[in-house]
Nanobody, 126 residues
Framework: QVQLVESGGGSVQAGGSLRLSCAIS????????LGWFRQAPGQALEGVAA??????YYYAESVEGRFTISTDSTWNLFLQMNNLKPEDTGTYYC?????????????????????WGQGIQVTVSS
């Protein structure tokens, strides 16, 4: 059974930093795409960043240069978020796509990811 569990969310003032973690278990696909999405209140789900097993990295324009996605050898996914802005507020989800890589368009499409975490809140105050 595949499980994705996020941690590391919280509240921070604008300009601050947070590091999200996602512990992935039961996911054994050697070819994959791992990503982060977020959803602000009343807004659609937005692809934030993704990385695949070919080490291709993708970022939304709104976070380019401020957020960094990374993985480790034990199936953990991370999102380092620096210089946070109030518009970064939302629920953040980690997601996994099996048997396929990411793509410039694909990483923004939630329907391309079959496995999801439960979400974690990030609040940035001005």
């Amino acid at each position: 059974q595949v499980q994705l569990v996020e941690s590391g969310g919280g509240s921070v003032q604008a300009g601050g930093s947070l590091r999200l973690s996602c512990a992935i278990s039961g996911f054994t696909y050697k070819k994959n795409c791992l990503g982060w999405f977020r959803q602000a209140p009343g807004q659609a789900l937005e692809g934030v960043a993704a990385v695949d097993t070919w080490d291709d990295y993708y970022y939304a324009e709104s976070v380019e240069g401020r957020f960094t996605i990374s993985t480790d050898s034990t199936w953990n996914l991370f999102l380092q978020m620096n210089n946070l802005k109030p518009e970064d507020t939302g629920t953040y989800y980690c997601a996994a796509r099996a048997d396929n890589l990411c793509g410039r368009i694909t990483f923004t499409r939630a329907d391309q990811f079959g496995y999801w975490g439960q979400g974690i809140q990030v609040t940035v105050s001005s």
